[in-house]
């Protein structure tokens, strides 16, 4: 891991840090990968640079509705309705309590892995000049990478911050760090983020 610098105009993008997808089993604690998550929080609202706070609601867009073998949601529209109903009830799409969005973030609501697909997310940062992104979230694999390839395609310089992550599985964590990673981004953890925030 290797970061090097950090953009005057960076922004934090949390990624769907929901009940829903926090919970459950991890590949690392997620208490410990949320205080990192809040701390990057913390700081980026000291430096007064934004604060992305991305959910995911993903029953009924055309990605949910596709064959898979590992398909999550039901395909006929009573029983999306049904588990929309359910998950809201459950607050699967409320953001934890260590990250709740606070006045002057900006909130995404996406419905797949990539946070600027079919979102506002690109138009809102480049109307602060942003040009890099700091990405955290769950999960590693899925919303981080998903969203992280299509920030690396829009010209964003990418700084992951490797324990302010997590995944399901700890193989497909690993692999997203150790293969993907590095060939859209920089890595680096909470304490060298927060370092290099001070110094920009």
Sequence with gaps: MMMTAIDKQTA?????????????????????ILANASRLKAAFRQTQLPVVIVHVEPIGAPASLVRSEKGNFPKDAAGQQQALQKMRADGFFDIVDPVKPEPGDLQITKENWDAFYNTPLHDELQKLSVTGIVLAGISTSIGVEGTARSANQRGYNVTFA???????????????????????GELATTDEIITKLGGR
Excluded: C, W
């Design 162 to 184: 490797t324990d302010a992550m997590t995944d399901t599985v700890a193989a497909a964590h690993e692999n997203s760090l150790t293969y993907i990673f590095p060939r859209i």
């Design 12 to 32: 934090l993008v949390l990624i769907d840090l929901q009940k829903g997808i926090a919970s459950g089993d991890k590949a690392h604690p997620v208490p410990g």
